[in-house]
């Protein structure tokens, strides 16, 4: 893989996004919590943009790197990458790693989970599992829609997800237009 830039064996390949994930949290960690500055958010856009590069053209070579191609903290680190991929990127991907899930594995379906949720928010669709939230500075932070609020507890339970408390699902937004004129 040399520089890192381009996928070679499955070995490597697994170490290289093992990298990129620990640079994907290494720069969100250096965020300021309160007001991230335009430089932070300048360095992640460029760490973030070179992962996707790097995701997409393994994506392209040898299909979603799911746990039985580069082992499971790979795969999650795949994810990871995905997560922070542009949205159409990440529509792209999904039925990917759905299809690399293997039911067994419980941090592999909790990351369709969550990428499922982003998809769907992306689309400005109801978040089955509610994994996504919007936050504002000064102003906390609320659950997107939910497809079902009371039957999300359950969905969440049966993948190992903790449930979400009843004032957590009180605050969800109701609808993308509540959001809209948030």
Known sequence: MGDGDEPGD?????QGLLQRAEFDRAVRAQLDPGYPAQQQWRQ???VDSRNTAFLASVVDRVGWPGARL???????AAWLLA???PAEERARWLPLLAAAVDPDDDVAV?????LADRVATDARRPQRWGTQ???????GCRLYPLEDPA??????????LEPLTDATLAAAYPSYADIDTA
């Not at 909790?110 to 969550?114: E, F, I």
């Not at 939230?133 to 102003?139: A, E, T, W």
């Not at 039957?151 to 190992?160: E, P, Q, T, Y």
């Open 10 to 14: 499955l070995e490597t390949l697994g």
């Open 44 to 46: 992640v856009n460029e």
């Open 70 to 76: 580069v082992g499971s903290e790979a795969a999650h």
């Open 83 to 85: 997560q922070h991929a």
């Open 110 to 114: 909790r990351d369709h989970a969550y």
């Open 133 to 139: 939230s919007l936050c504002f500075p000064g102003r």
């Open 151 to 160: 039957g999300v507890n359950a969905r969440s339970r049966s993948i190992g």
